[in-house]
């Protein structure tokens, strides 16, 4: 009877959740389109309400709810659905509605998504060959064969949004960053384009009056005709004497120009708003925690180093690790298990409302990026694809930040993986991309000012 109670509460969350990504889908992704494929629609919330499940999982596991075989129940077809999903559904539609963007291909769509699928299967298969993510008795068809190539390409996406997100967090929040921005300054760059839009009418006007006076004295219908018609028409001038193909490069060179001081414009206004913004509460607020993000960034930094150079992972989770050392510091009685089990929880539940707020957020703006009428299909059940990995891989990484008794069941459901491998995989990749946004976002930085000094 407690299993059915069980069943009943966990497929009531899912219900819950899918609901959530369809709201999601139609309110955010969609808004602008017209949904003319629900199976997409249906595809991306399912993906979304099983991996919100997972989550859960892990938290009843920290809070003990639900009884043990229950759990260990759901964690399985959890998994294997997201596993399906992610390497036989989504891949096929991908492919099936690429493929129906074709002309050419449009007759026999679902056989070249066949071989699309088939094509993902053998980069898939082999994308494990070059890395030590099994052990040696797992067969060709068990479930680590899956999840530990799922596990390299979500561990590696999660490293390098981490990465990018550690360092561009403090640089977006830390009022040091902002450039000095005046009202003189907006306004001189205002006048300026202003009069660069003045000089292009006054310019477009002369071509105008100059067309006009050639079409009425019959100097545009009694042109040359062929090649050498072009030749002469470009250059020489009209009868008096204006050079119009000379007149429309200067208009489309200060089209460029005004396109430039017109961003440039938005820029500092935006600056000038951020600047007013960070005097008030909440911004100086934002700006401490961007000074507290700085020192987690280099923290971070650091330890990732320190971990690829001595080969180096944790065996304990840092929660119950910090308490141990602050009581064995100050000499007070404690109970360490009591308290890591709750402060855990905690943890835990803020790295997984972070993980799935900061997810989506990325999601939206890469979709509003790059989406169109035709791509917005394949868009989205691409990004469907990245959040299942995402979020199988999130996991897999958490299993270190749960205290030991309750990383049993996820060991046995994940399988026997090369848990390490996998940890100093992230480390490598995100120590790569957070130097790279940071040298990236100094070019950036130090471009800025002199991009406003030359206009």
Known sequence: MSFVVDSVIMFSSQVLFFGFGWLFFMRQLFKDYE????????????????????????IFEILGLLNSSSRYFHWKLNLYVTLVALIFIVPFYIGYFVVSNIRLLQRKRFLFACVVWLTFMYFFWKLGDPFPILSPKHGILSIEQLISRVGVIGVTLMA???????????????SYFLRNVTDSDILALERRLLQTMDMIISKKKRIAMTRRMMYQRGEVLNKPAGFWGIIKS????????????????????????????????????????????????????????????????????????????????????????????????????FNVKFWSQHISFILVGIIIVTSIRGLLITLTKFFYAISSNKSSNVIVL????????????????????????????VTEVLGELQFNF??????????????????????????????????
């Not at 089209?255 to 938005?266: D, G, I, M, N, Y």
């Open 234 to 333: 470009v250059t020489s001038s009209s009868s008096n004497g204006e050079n119009l193909s000379l007149i429309q490069q200067e208009v489309d060179a200060l089209e460029e120009l005004s396109r430039q001081l017109f961003l440039e414009t938005v820029d500092l206004h935006a600056t000038k708003e951020r600047i007013e913004y960070s005097k008030t509460f909440q911004g100086k607020y934002f700006n401490f925690l961007g000074y507290f993000f700085s020192i987690y960034c280099v923290w971070k930094i650091f330890m990732a180093t320190i971990n690829i150079v001595f080969d180096r992972v944790g065996k304990t989770d840092p929660v119950s690790r910090g308490i141990e050392i602050t009581v064995n510091y100050l000499g007070i009685q």
């Open 160 to 174: 390098l949004l981490s990465g990018f997100g550690a360092v561009n967090c403090p640089y977006t929040y830390m």
């Open 382 to 409: 691409f990004l469907a694809q990245i959040m299942g990995m995402y979020f199988v891989s999130s996991v897999l990484l958490m299993r270190m930040s749960m205290p030991l008794e309750y990383r049993t069941i």
């Open 422 to 455: 996998y940890h100093r995989w992230f480390d490598v990749i995100f120590l790569v991309s957070a130097l790279s946004s940071i040298i990236f976002l100094y070019l950036a930085h130090k471009q800025a000012p002199e991009k406003q000094m030359s206009f």
């Open 35 to 58: 949904v003319r494929q629900y199976v997409v629609q249906i595809v991306f919330s399912v993906m979304f309400a099983f991996s919100c499940t997972m989550f859960e999982l892990i």
